[in-house]
């Protein structure tokens, strides 16, 4: 019997279960789920949209390959972490709609690193920037 048979043990993940190529097989999918969740979201999708600019940008801005992947690297991060925020807000809001101190620290914090990254990204390319055109 699957542990997911087991109507005690509630329903199991399948994803436990798998093995190999079938693992990432699934794992892509559910991967790919999540970005189109993602896209649902108008921050995500901001954040997407500009990326399609920024990421080929930082292959001419970057002098370097070091450059070019801080470039596109502050870009992506970005973006993982605005998945990352909207999952936490997700988890908060399927716990219950009412307010309490502690969805609110943990939607603070999740809002906070994105700014913190959005804050990164914007270091690194006005600094690529700089050295490109003025300095």
């Given at each position: 019997?699957?542990?997911?048979?087991?109507?005690?043990?509630?329903?199991?993940?399948?994803?436990?279960?798998?093995?190999?190529?079938?693992?990432?097989?699934?794992?892509?999918?559910?991967?790919?789920?999540?970005?189109?969740?993602?896209?649902?979201?108008?921050?995500?999708?901001?954040?997407?949209?500009?990326?399609?600019?920024?990421l080929?940008?930082?292959?001419?801005?970057?002098?370097?390959?070091?450059?070019?992947?801080?470039?596109?690297?502050?870009v992506?991060?970005?973006?993982?972490?605005?998945?990352?925020?909207?999952?936490?807000?997700?988890?908060?809001?399927?716990?219950?709609?009412?307010?309490?101190?502690?969805?609110?620290?943990a939607?603070?914090?999740?809002?906070?690193?994105?700014?913190?990254?959005?804050?990164?990204?914007?270091?690194?390319?006005?600094?690529?920037?700089?050295?490109?055109?003025?300095?």
């Amino acid at each position: 019997m699957l542990r997911g048979d087991n109507p005690a043990m509630g329903q199991v993940n399948l994803q436990k279960t798998r093995t190999g190529l079938n693992r990432v097989w699934h794992a892509l999918g559910y991967s790919l789920e999540g970005l189109r969740a993602g896209w649902g979201e108008t921050a995500f999708r901001q954040e997407a949209i500009a990326a399609v600019v920024l990421l080929p940008l930082s292959f001419w801005l970057g002098r370097s390959w070091v450059e070019t992947a801080l470039l596109a690297g502050s870009v992506l991060i970005l973006m993982i972490v605005e998945l990352l925020n909207t999952g936490i807000e997700t988890a908060i809001d399927r716990i219950g709609p009412e307010w309490h101190d502690l969805s609110k620290r943990a939607k603070d914090m999740g809002s906070a690193a994105v700014l913190l990254s959005l804050v990164l990204c914007a270091g690194i390319w006005t600094a690529a920037l700089w050295q490109r055109f003025v300095a």
